[in-house]
């Protein structure tokens, strides 16, 4: 199954969560939105995208072209795994906002999306990247829990793997 991993990073916590997850998925490519083409993610089957949380709960910058580009494509036979950085202790209501942004674009073009991760051990008030109690994907703090992500992006990765059937 040929994966990219696709970030969108401005301080660069995404770009360095991404070349983690990199690491710990042996094939996959990993690249910065800024400079994709459709091309560039037609090739691949399973899309890993990365988000951080901006502003008043908004998707990274560089998401906001790329997003365009993404929903215009076909990508019905594709499927979407997503990861967003934020911040708990500062923006307690808004913890990776970005990540759920950009999970309900994907919803609404019908598209498949794997990876949901559970809210147990954040510490975070309110968050539009949780459905049904679970985080639309793998949440990370890497302001105020840097010493968790190896495990979570291990654990998320083998739930993936497990939910794609790869072994």
């Known amino acids: 199954m040929k994966t990219a991993i696709f970030y969108g990073s401005s ?32 090739k691949y089957d399973l899309i890993i995208l990365g988000t951080s949380t ?24 594709k499927t979407f795994a997503l990861f967003g950085c934020g911040d708990q202790q500062t923006y307690p209501d808004t913890f990776c906002n970005g990540m759920g942004k950009l999970y309900f674009l994907l919803k609404e073009k019908g598209w498949n999306i794997i990876g949901d991760w559970s809210t147990e ?29 190896d495990y979570r992006i291990g654990k998320w990765i083998e739930q993936l793997q497990t939910q794609l059937a790869i072994k």
Not at 22 to 39: F, H, T, Y
Request: proline share 2%.
């Open 121 to 149: 051990g954040y510490d975070f008030s309110e968050s539009e990247a949780v459905v049904d109690d679970h985080f639309v994907g793998l949440a990370l703090d890497e302001d105020n829990e840097p010493d968790m992500s």
């Open 11 to 42: 301080l660069g916590n995404t770009h360095f969560v991404a070349e983690k997850i990199q690491k710990q998925w042996p094939g996959a490519d990993c690249k910065s939105v800024i400079d994709l083409r459709s091309d560039d993610i037609l």
């Open 54 to 77: 901006w502003g008043v709960g908004n998707l990274q910058d560089d998401f906001e072209l790329f997003v365009d580009l993404l929903l215009s494509l076909d990508l019905k036979d």
